[in-house]
């Protein structure tokens, strides 16, 4: 399995930014991935999954701007995330699990992406 994430970049507060994460080895319709972030001296924390049903969850602190969706044919799933605020700003990580579950917890998922970058400028 592996997991591609991409789309980040600097950005001011209030912009948006939406990343991807390819997925390949699995199809990826029958796993849930998660969205998961970590900013300098935090922990990991996960903030947005879709699961094999397609049912999505989200934490609190990003609900009403961040979006999780998947496109089957592009064996992709996207993180759309509008109003960022500065305190978004760490790594992103994509990450699989065969589990159908609404757990965002790390040790949950087996296969994990390398990250990319989201800085929001204030």
């Known amino acids: 399995v592996q997991l591609q994430a991409s789309g980040g970049g600097l950005v001011q507060a209030g912009g948006s930014l939406t990343l991807s994460c390819a997925v390949s080895?699995?199809?990826?319709?029958?796993?849930?991935i998660g969205w998961f972030r970590q900013a300098p001296g935090k922990e990991r924390e996960g903030i947005a999954c879709?699961?094999?049903?397609?049912?999505?969850y989200s934490v609190d602190s990003v609900k009403g701007r961040f979006t999780i969706s998947r496109d089957n044919a592009e064996n992709t799933v996207y993180l759309r995330m509008i109003s960022l605020k500065p305190e978004d700003t760490a790594v992103y990580y994509c990450?699989?699990?065969?589990?159908?579950?609404?757990?965002?917890?790390?040790?949950?998922?087996?296969?994990w992406g390398q990250g990319t970058q989201v800085t929001v400028s204030s």
């Open positions: 879709i699961n094999s049903g397609g049912n999505t």
């Open positions: 080895g699995i199809t990826s319709s029958v796993y849930t």
């Open positions: 990450a699989a699990t065969p589990r159908n579950t609404a757990t965002m917890t790390t040790r949950v998922y087996d296969s």
